[in-house]
């Protein structure tokens, strides 16, 4: 079991920055890759960044390359979020997931954090 607890949300003026943090515990050794998602009201869940675990490699949707930056502790045990220049389209509750194996899906997630970006 992997146990995710998201912090750092709440609300930021466009241009502003915010840093989301993901504590992870128990198998922390299990973990191949975490990510961040976001949902905002009326809209379907969707990826916003993932991180290789052990490699550190990241991937990001285009919505948000060049804006946020996702990376990790040395001890592995904690995934942050950093959101430069956010948008009002940014806004929604941010979770966090860790995924077990390259090919499939997330295993884990936390309760989610709630980032709102004002004009």
């Known amino acids: 079991q992997v146990q995710l607890v998201e912090s750092g949300g709440g609300l930021v003026q466009a241009g502003d920055s915010l840093r989301l943090s993901c504590a992870a515990s128990?198998?922390?050794?299990?973990?191949?890759?975490m990510g961040w998602f976001r949902q905002a009201p009326g809209k379907e869940r969707e990826f916003v960044a993932d991180?290789?675990?052990?490699?550190?490699?990241?991937n990001y949707a285009d919505s948000v390359k060049g804006r946020f930056a996702i990376s990790r502790d040395n001890a592995k045990t904690t995934a942050y979020l950093q959101m430069n220049s956010p948008k009002p389209e940014d806004t929604g509750v941010y979770l966090c997931?860790?995924?077990?194996?390259?090919?499939?899906?997330?295993?884990?997630w936390g309760q989610g954090t709630q980032v709102t970006v004002s004009s």
């Open positions: 991180i290789n675990w052990a490699g550190g490699s990241t």
């Open positions: 997931a860790a995924r077990l194996r390259p090919t499939r899906g997330y295993d884990y």
């Open positions: 128990g198998r922390t050794w299990s973990i191949y890759s």
